[in-house]
């Protein structure tokens, strides 16, 4: 093993990039950080069948998104040599002959069919499905006779029974498996060459010397089985930390079967939420910052701060509102021209040369306050683009018709030459003092412009709206509510 921290993430190809192993990427990214070590990402890509490159592009597009770099690894068109377990199938064979000349291993000839009826029968008779080792003392003439009716074995490997496996677990403490809880003799090489997961786990982290293994808890029995491979082969293992798994309010574990695409990182991608309040979020789900009242801070700041000790051995709560709380804060938080960068790809729907740039900055910094994730910019944003506005029926007759309304709506437009349109709390004292001479305010005062300038008597503040809509826009939407009386667009 190598004196330098050295951990890794290891997804599977088989599925999008799913918040738990986000998760569990950012604790082993932290963890090398912490310790001056090197992060590495592979693909664990042997099941040929689920495996498919979208995923490999989801999965690694993700990390990236999330601020995640690797020092070594797989990647698309990256700079980094391609760890991928479906380019080792040759060596993983040559360490499986190993095992079988030193004892550890046998050639396995049952069939697909025979392993079926056991796997019925155990069913049947109420037993755990576990394979029977029926396939470790088979004669020479039966392996003839196997070989001659084509059948093509599989390697497997002696699971010694009963003894207990142990490891002092980095963030759960001493952890006991007994190997008769591990299903029998295990297939190491498939009848089609192929290595299975905890094979080609065990030897890819030999290969690349991982000091350190943080997972989730659902392969801990994964582990028993690795630690009888890693002493078979005479190799130390690496360290292990098992987190808890991330649940629902409803105690189910976070699946894309119960909870659809909010479990995959690409959903809150697409639905505009800040890849900084994921990344804060997903940190806090199971750790806790050494002041423990500390609830926001950056990767940067978590990676000088991040102690393995102070994982939580219990599982996560998911929260959404408590990510939207985090996402609403970077919204507001973040530098406006990333915001605003980040907003454009919701606004193609409009034309956006209505505005410069620092116009746009503007219009961003008028909504963002009021968002919870950039997708809604579109409907919030919606009434600054074009000349005209939709207005409702009911609306124009309860907030526009009235004499009172056309005062305020007349007196704004007699009112814009005076307006500081590059400063929204100047624009809003004309208004309040505009208010004053007529002895009108309140929502009196505010809804007819509102109801004329936007469509709604909801939105941001009056000021910065009027600010970003500029006099040219303002005064034809004024001028278009007096003329029509509150009908068709104005």
Same mark, same amino acid.
């Given at each position: 093993?190598?004196?330098?921290?050295?951990?890794?993430?290891?997804?599977?190809?088989?599925?999008?990039?799913?918040?738990?192993?986000?998760?569990?990427? %950012?604790?082993?990214? %932290?963890?090398?950080?912490?310790?001056?070590?090197?992060?590495?990402?592979?693909?664990?890509?042997?099941?040929?069948?689920?495996?498919?490159?979208?995923?490999?592009?989801?999965?690694?597009?993700?990390?990236?998104?999330?601020?995640?770099?690797?020092?070594?690894?797989?990647?698309?068109?990256?700079?980094?040599?391609? #760890?991928?377990?479906?380019?080792?199938?040759?060596? #993983?064979?040559?360490?499986?002959?190993?095992?079988?000349?030193?004892?550890?291993?046998?050639?396995?000839?049952?069939?697909?069919?025979?392993?079926? =009826?056991?796997?019925?029968?155990?069913? *049947?008779?109420?037993?755990?499905?576990?394979?029977?080792?029926?396939?470790?003392?088979?004669?020479? +003439?039966?392996?003839?006779?196997?070989?001659?009716?084509?059948?093509?074995?599989?390697?497997?490997?002696?699971?010694?029974?009963?003894?207990?496996?142990?490891?002092?677990?980095?963030?759960?403490?001493?952890?006991?498996?007994?190997?008769? &809880?591990?299903?029998?003799?295990?297939?190491?090489?498939?009848?089609?060459?192929?290595?299975?997961?905890?094979?080609?786990?065990?030897?890819?982290?030999?290969?690349?010397?991982?000091?350190?293994?943080?997972?989730?808890?659902?392969?801990?029995?994964?582990?028993?089985?690795?630690?009888?491979?890693?002493?078979?082969?005479?190799?130390?293992?690496?360290?292990?930390?098992?987190?808890?798994?991330?649940?629902?309010?409803?105690?189910?574990?976070?699946?894309?079967?119960?909870?659809? +695409? !909010?479990?995959?990182?690409?959903?809150?991608?697409?639905?505009?939420?800040?890849? +900084?309040?994921?990344?804060?979020?997903?940190?806090?789900?199971?750790?806790?910052?050494?002041?423990?009242?500390?609830?926001?801070?950056?990767?940067?700041?978590?990676?000088?701060?991040?102690?393995?000790?102070? *994982?939580?051995?219990?599982?996560?709560?998911? &929260?959404?509102?408590? %990510?939207?709380?985090?996402?609403?804060?970077?919204?507001?938080?973040?530098?406006?021209?990333? *915001?605003?960068?980040?907003?454009?790809?919701?606004?193609?729907?409009?034309?956006?040369?209505?505005?410069?740039?620092?116009?746009?900055?503007?219009?961003?910094?008028?909504?963002?306050?009021?968002?919870?994730?950039?997708?809604?910019?579109?409907?919030?944003?919606?009434?600054?683009?074009?000349?005209?506005?939709?207005?409702?029926?009911?609306?124009?007759?309860?907030?526009?018709?009235?004499?009172?309304?056309?005062?305020?709506?007349? +007196?704004? %437009?007699?009112?814009?030459?005076?307006?500081?349109?590059? &400063?929204?709390?100047?624009?809003?004292?004309? *208004?309040?003092?505009?208010?004053?001479?007529?002895?009108?305010?309140?929502?009196?005062?505010?809804?007819? !412009?509102?109801?004329?300038?936007?469509?709604?008597?909801?939105?941001?503040?009056?000021?910065?709206?009027?600010?970003?809509?500029?006099?040219?826009?303002?005064?034809?939407?004024?001028? =278009?509510?007096?003329?029509?009386?509150?009908?068709?667009?104005?």
């Amino acid at each position: 093993m190598s004196t330098e921290v050295r951990v890794r993430i290891a997804p599977s190809p088989t599925g999008n990039l799913h918040l738990g192993t986000a998760r569990t990427a %950012l604790y082993n990214y %932290l963890y090398a950080k912490r310790h001056n070590g090197k992060f590495i990402f592979r693909l664990e890509d042997t099941d040929n069948e689920r495996s498919d490159e979208k995923y490999t592009k989801d999965i690694i597009d993700g990390l990236k998104w999330l601020g995640l770099t690797w020092d070594e690894g797989c990647d698309i068109g990256g700079p980094y040599p391609p #760890y991928r377990q479906t380019e080792k199938i040759d060596h #993983y064979e040559r360490i499986a002959d190993k095992l079988l000349q030193n004892g550890f291993a046998y050639l396995c000839y049952a069939s697909t069919e025979e392993l079926a =009826a056991l796997k019925e029968e155990q069913r *049947v008779s109420g037993l755990p499905s576990r394979y029977d080792n029926r396939g470790r003392e088979v004669s020479i +003439e039966q392996r003839e006779k196997y070989q001659a009716e084509g059948r093509v074995p599989s390697f497997r490997f002696r699971v010694e029974e009963p003894q207990d496996i142990h490891w002092d677990d980095e963030i759960k403490g001493p952890i006991t498996v007994n190997s008769a &809880d591990l299903g029998g003799d295990m297939v190491i090489i498939k009848s089609n060459g192929v290595a299975t997961y905890n094979f080609a786990v065990v030897v890819d982290d030999i290969d690349m010397q991982m000091t350190n293994v943080l997972r989730g808890e659902d392969h801990i029995h994964n582990t028993a089985k690795q630690l009888l491979l890693f002493e078979a082969l005479n190799c130390k293992p690496p360290h292990f930390g098992h987190t808890g798994l991330i649940f629902d309010s409803n105690d189910r574990k976070l699946s894309k079967r119960e909870h659809g +695409e !909010l479990v995959h990182i690409d959903y809150y991608k697409t639905q505009g939420y800040m890849p +900084e309040a994921i990344v804060n979020y997903l940190i806090k789900t199971s750790w806790t910052p050494p002041d423990d009242t500390m609830e926001k801070f950056t990767l940067e700041e978590a990676c000088q701060m991040f102690d393995i000790k102070r *994982v939580s051995k219990t599982h996560a709560r998911f &929260d959404m509102d408590k %990510l939207n709380w985090y996402n609403s804060h970077y919204l507001r938080s973040l530098p406006l021209s990333t *915001v605003t960068e980040r907003a454009r790809p919701y606004l193609t729907d409009f034309d956006l040369s209505e505005y410069s740039h620092d116009e746009l900055e503007k219009l961003v910094d008028t909504l963002r306050g009021s968002l919870t994730k950039l997708s809604e910019i579109k409907a919030a944003g919606s009434f600054f683009f074009g000349k005209t506005v939709e207005v409702s029926d009911e609306m124009k007759s309860t907030v526009l018709s009235s004499s009172e309304a056309k005062k305020v709506l007349t +007196e704004t %437009l007699s009112s814009i030459s005076k307006m500081p349109f590059d &400063d929204p709390a100047g624009v809003k004292q004309i *208004v309040d003092s505009m208010g004053k001479e007529l002895g009108i305010k309140g929502k009196n005062l505010y809804w007819p !412009l509102r109801a004329a300038l936007a469509g709604s008597t909801q939105g941001p503040d009056l000021g910065s709206m009027i600010s970003v809509l500029g006099p040219t826009k303002v005064q034809a939407r004024l001028e =278009a509510a007096l003329k029509n009386g509150g009908n068709g667009h104005v």
